[in-house]
Structures are given as structure tokens and as C-alpha cells.
């Protein structure tokens, strides 16, 4: 796809079938110990793209120093080379350019998510800073198949609050500004003449408004107006500029999507399920209409929309096990590049011929997952205490001796984001450590409708709490996990929930991992990036608003609670985080060792919000197998002679609690 987040992924789930607990004690073998740097290392070779043309084959793998690069061949040959140099953090996000002649790429400093967008000439092999200011944040809107020696990027160049859209030429580095940003808008699109046509704001009543023009000189004009509750977004313009293609719930629970004309407001429905939202969604990049869009109610479930693609999904779907993804094309659409993920290994690539109709192997992420003991990842469905159901998945230890292993709630991140089913290097390695591990969609979780998602609304630390604990409560009742042995673990909301786990519920839970976690909610609304600014009432009505609501903040923050924590508690922080700030893990642990508690801290100089480096992420994953270890009896691989991984940047308090009188 060449219009950048035009690809979206949401997996829901599928109820659980239990299995009989004689099932689980089968294998009497100890299961051996998979290493934490084939789990939690760079990837081999990841994120293939075919050029415009298809005469080039680009990927991501790591250098002689285990640096993440991009590497480009020639179609047939075996001419590989490293284009990119980065020096430590690695590249994880790039793009073609559509003149047959760039390659894009963005990287930050150090975490700190002002990313710049770099320009590989692979001609001369020169490469150029495209956005080239110290604190900017630059993110592609628009790479047009029609006008190929410019793109679209915005830049918060002229207001750090405000991201206005410019024009980047590829060939002199100039840039134009082209759409300058009155101060709500959070989302931009263009037609592949590179006129900017859409704009997406977020009004101070936590309404959406979707804002069209008839051209770059004309006035902007209203709609669609979504009231604070109702989910819409633009996908895509259609080629003839007259209807825009959006993902809505208005006038549904679940996300369909839909195409909307822009003159008339006429809505024709191109695709919808009463159950679960839309996830996927396969856009044509030339004719821009919609091919393929993923409802999973359990795992991936296609509707092809497009005849003329029917056929190729169908034959994709049989090269391999696991769901899959259109990830890129080339620009005559003859040649597919595909991603398969599963539960049990790694992520597979293959080339799909749509002429032959035929596809072609390329490789696997990281090859060493191959033939490892990994685990299946099993979909939950079970009632929260108030009846509302939640879904989540269950990993369990492969070859359990005894029904009974002890249990880590992994909570994810976002919170307005979502578990997936297919591999998770953290569930894999937990349960190969001899946990049982929960991932629960709480309410407040994307994918399941607008009812769920609202459930959420000024809950922190109240029904989406209880939520987790239910989780907790129904994997015990199946006879899975010993109830005395339970940890909490996660990073950012999930991070905060495993602060406010041992806070407000400390009873429940052994010991606790909290990653990036947000402990005061005041702060944490006080210190979001300034280019969030735009969303700030959406963030004040799901989370609750510091002028009126300061009770249900207050109750909802770990910091106030932090007297009540009693039980081992580990915390992994980067410093140039933008979202969660280094003072949010740096206040608790001061009122921790305030109150005579015990905590290790792990602070990170080189990180963001979480961990990107290898060396820091196996680092501070080993500290947290370690300290599990020592809690809940699992495995543990011991860190390297010296305490350290080499090459982290780990910089390590430990705060002894005090012995009582």
C-alpha cells in the first residue's frame, strides 16, 4: 500500500474450547529452555518490499555490529547490499519512493519519537536528511504512483502542537508548505495528484469532524461529525475524487466500512459484521477501491470484496499455515508480497505471482524459532463480573507436569488498542519459562464494537481493573494455574495496570512488572506530547478531565495508593519516553522508598517507550525472568558474568525495603 496507515489490523477471538486437565500433564520431558536472544534479538530478515517497478527487493536485517539496516538486490540476482548506515538504533520503518530511484525511512534519537525522514539515493548512494529540525516529528501522508519526484510528509515545523502538511521534492529537498493546520486536525489525506482534500479533527467536545475541499484553493467544508462515543476515519479518496471511503459506527455497534459520497452524502455499505469491527482492509492503491477486508470474530476471517482478487486470496491462503496479510505490490499489481503469523513459529514470507497464480517462498524472520518447543496461543471468552464478555488468550506451558503452574496477567498496552492472536515473543518465552500466561481484551479495548470501547469510558482502575481480576479469577477456576502464584506484567497502560494491580488490589498478585507505566494520571495528562494536543478531550473523556473530575483521578493513580504496595515490584523505564515520562516511574519509586517499600528500578538513557535496542531489551528481560524466577519458581536463564547484558545501557536502583520495628 502507498499511502502510509492505510492498513490496519485488528484480530478478535474466538470462544475457548476447554481442554481436560489431563491434557495438560501429557509430557513428563522438562521442556528446554528457548534463549532470550533468539526470543527478544533482532529479527534475521523482516519487512520485505518490492520496488514500484519491481525490479528491486528490499528488507530489513541487521549489520556486522547487529544494527538494523536496510538492504536492497535486483530482482533474479544475488547483488544484496547494505544501503542504510545507522549508527545504533536501528531502522525499523521504510518505505519506496515512487521514482524508481529512492528509498524513505524514518528514524528517531534515542526513543524521543521526533522521527526524520531520510531519503536513500541507490543510484549514487547518497543519503539525505528530507526533514532535517532538531525536535520535529515528520510522518509520511502521501507517496502517489501519479506524481513520483514529490511526496507529502507532515511536520509540526511551524507550531509543535499542530502537524501541517508539506510538500517534499525528492529531487532538490525543497519543501513547501501545503496545508497549514487550524489547530484541530489530527489526520490529513490527498489524492494521487497530491492535493490535499481531507482533513480529520478532533473538536474540544471530543466529537470527530471529517473535513473535505474541492481543491487545495477552495474553503474546507463539513462532512461527517461523529459526537464523542462514535468511532469514524477516512481510509482512502476514490480515484475520482468524488466519495470518500471511511470506517464508521455511526449508525452501527461494530466499525463497517463504507463509501460516502462527498456531494450527495449518499452511503452505500461495502462491508460490516454485526460482531466485531472491521480490521484489515485491503485498498487498491491505483483505482482506490476497497478489495478485501479481515472481520475476525475468532482469527482471521477475509471478505473479498473484489472479484478480481478472489481467486489470489484464496491461493494465498493455502501456502501456509496461520493468518495473513497483503503487505506490499508492485505497481503493475502482478506481484504480491505476503506475511503469514502464527501462534507457533515465525513469520513467513512469500512472493505471489497473480498472473501464474502461484507463490514462491522467500524466508522467516528468525529461522532459529523453528523446530522449538513454542506454545499455543488459545482464544478465552468468559463473562466479566457485570455479564459484559471479555475475550483474551490463554498460552500455556508446553508439556506441564501438574495443572497447577503459576500465572502471568499480561496486559497490553494502549489502552484503546488490543491483543492479537498469532506469535508473541513474550508469550512464548513466559510460558517456556513454565507460566501460564492471560492476555485479556478489557473493556475499553479496540475491535469489539463502540458498546465495549465506551464500557472503558473513566474507568482506570475501576471496571477495567476488575476486568483483569476476573481474568484472573475464571484461568484459576479452570484448574489451570495455582491462585497464591499470580503476577501482573506489562508496558504503558499495560505497565500502569501492574502499578495499580499491587496498589489496589495487592493481595491478588505476587509480584509485579511494570514497563513505561504511568503512575499519576495528573501528571501523565500534564506531560503528553504537544503534537497530541488536538486529542486532549478525547484523552480527558476516557480517562476523565483534571478540572472535573480530580476525585476519580486521584483514585485511579498508583502514586496515592503507594503505601499499599507489599509485594516485589520491578520497573523498566526509557529516558527520552515522550508519552510516559522518566518522572512517572521516578515519583513511585520515590514514594515507595518514602514508605520504607522495596522496589528495582531500571532506567535505560537510550530508550523511548519501550525498549527498541536488542541488547537493552534482552537486558531488562532477563532482569524480569530473574525476578519472576525468584517469585513464582519458573526458569530462569541466567543473566551474562558481570550482571549485564553487554552492550545495555541498564543503569540500576534497587530500593531495600525497611525491616519493620
Not at 517534499?168 to 497530491?194: F, H
Amino acid at each position: 500500500m502507498h499511502r502510509v496507515t492505510r492498513l490496519t489490523t485488528l484480530v478478535a477471538l474466538a470462544l475457548f474450547v476447554t481442554a481436560p486437565l489431563s491434557s495438560l500433564a501429557a509430557d513428563a520431558k522438562p521442556t528446554p529452555v528457548i534463549s532470550r536472544d533468539i526470543l527478544f534479538g533482532n529479527p534475521e530478515k523482516v519487512s520485505p518490499k518490492l520496488s514500484p517497478d519491481g525490479k528491486r527487493f528490499a528488507w530489513i536485517a541487521p549489520d556486522e555490529k547487529n544494527v538494523l539496516q536496510v538492504w536492497v538486490k535486483t530482482v533474479g540476482k544475488e547483488d544484496g547490499k547494505k544501503v542504510t548506515a545507522d549508527k545504533k538504533r536501528g531502522i525499523r520503518q521504510y518505505l519506496w519512493a515512487q521514482d524508481d530511484r529512492n528509498l524513505l525511512y524514518l528514524q528517531d534519537s534515542d526513543g524521543d519519537e521526533n522521527y526524520h525522514l531520510f531519503g536513500v539515493d541507490l543510484v549514487t548512494g547518497n543519503v539525505r536528511d528530507l526533514t532535517p529540525f532538531q525536535g520535529v516529528r515528520a510522518a509520511p501522508v502521501n507517496v502517489s504512483q501519479k506524481v513520483r519526484d514529490r511526496i507529502l510528509v507532515t511536520l509540526n515545523l511551524r507550531d509543535r502542537r499542530l502537524m501541517d502538511v508539506y510538500e517534499v521534492n525528492l529531487e532538490t529537498g525543497a519543501l513547501k508548505l501545503v496545508a497549514e493546520n487550524p489547530g484541530d486536525v489530527v489526520g490529513w489525506d490527498s489524492t494521487d495528484d497530491l492535493e490535499v482534500r481531507v482533513a480529520q479533527s478532533m473538536k474540544p467536545d471530543g466529537s470527530t469532524e471529517i473535513r473535505v475541499r474541492e481543491s487545495a484553493a477552495a474553503p474546507w467544508k463539513s462532512f461527517v461529525t461523529a459526537p464523542f462515543g462514535e468511532e469514524v476515519s477516512e481510509l482512502d479518496i476514490t480515484d475520482d475524487g468524488t466519495a470518500l471511503i471511511l470506517q464508521s459506527t455511526l449508525g452501527s455497534n461494530t466499525g463497517r466500512v463504507v463509501k460516502k459520497n462527498i456531494t450527495t452524502g449518499t452511503e452505500v455499505v461495502i462491508a460490516e459484521n454485526p460482531d466485531v469491527d472491521a480490521g484489515s482492509v485491503v485498498i487498491h492503491p491505483v483505482k482506490h477501491t476497497v478489495q478485501a477486508v479481515d472481520f475476525p470474530a475468532g482469527r482471521q476471517a477475509w471478505t473479498v470484496i473484489d472479484a478480481m482478487v478472489k481467486a489470489d486470496f484464496e491461493g494465498i491462503a493455502k501456502l501456509s499455515g496461520g493468518d495473513f496479510n497483503v503487505v506490499n505490490r508492485d505497481r503493475d499489481d502482478k506481484n504480491w508480497l505476503v506475511a503469514f503469523n502464527e501462534d507457533k513459529g515465525p513469520i513467513r514470507y512469500y512472493a505471489w505471482d497473480r498472473t501464474e497464480k502461484k507463490g514462491t517462498f522467500l524466508f522467516v524472520h528468525q529461522p532459529k524459532l523453528d523446530g522449538l518447543p513454542l506454545a499455543t496461543m488459545r482464544a478465552a471468552s468468559f463473562p466479566a463480573r457485570d455479564g459484559l464478555v471479555l475475550n483474551g488468550y490463554l498460552t500455556l506451558p508446553v508439556g506441564v507436569q501438574t495443572a497447577r503452574v503459576p500465572l502471568v496477567l499480561f496486559v497490553h498496552g494502549g489502552p484503546w488498542a488490543r491483543d492479537f492472536w498469532g506469535y508473541n515473543p513474550y508469550a512464548q518465552w513466559l510460558a517456556n519459562r513454565g507460566y501460564a500466561v492471560m492476555q485479556v481484551n478489557f473493556r475499553g479495548s479496540t475491535g469489539y464494537g463502540k458498546k465495549f470501547l465506551n464500557a472503558g469510558n473513566k474507568q482506570w482502575g475501576k471496571a477495567m481493573h476488575t476486568d483483569l481480576l476476573d481474568a484472573v479469577e475464571w484461568t484459576v477456576k479452570q484448574g489451570w494455574v495455582d491462585p497464591k502464584k499470580v503476577a501482573i506484567m506489562g508496558g504503558s497502560y499495560g505497565g500502569y495496570s501492574a502499578l495499580a494491580g499491587v496498589t489496589f488490589t495487592p493481595d491478588v498478585f505476587k509480584c509485579s512488572v511494570d514497563i513505561v507505566g504511568p503512575s499519576n494520571l495528573f501528571t501523565l495528562l500534564q506531560s503528553i506530547p504537544p503534537y497530541w494536543a488536538p486529542m486532549i478531550s478525547q484523552f480527558h473523556q476516557r480517562m476523565g478531565d483534571p478540572k472535573t473530575d480530580e476525585a476519580l483521578l486521584r483514585a485511579a493513580s498508583p502514586l496515592f495508593s503507594a503505601s499499599k504496595i507489599k509485594v516485589p515490584l520491578l520497573i523498566g523505564q526509557g529516558a527520552n519516553d515522550p508519552r510516559v515520562k522518566q518522572a512517572e516511574s521516578e515519583q513511585i519509586v520515590a514514594a515507595i522508598e518514602k514508605n520504607g517499600g522495596g522496589v528495582t528500578y531500571v532506567l535505560y538513557p537510550d530508550e523511548g517507550h519501550g525498549f527498541a535496542r536488542p541488547e537493552n531489551r534482552i537486558d531488562f528481560n532477563a532482569r524480569a525472568e530473574a525476578f519472576l524466577g525468584a517469585c513464582l519458581g519458573g526458569k530462569v536463564e541466567p543473566l551474562p558474568q558481570g550482571g549485564k547484558v553487554p552492550g545495555s545501557t541498564a543503569v540500576v536502583k534497587v530500593v531495600q525495603p525497611k525491616k519493620k520495628k
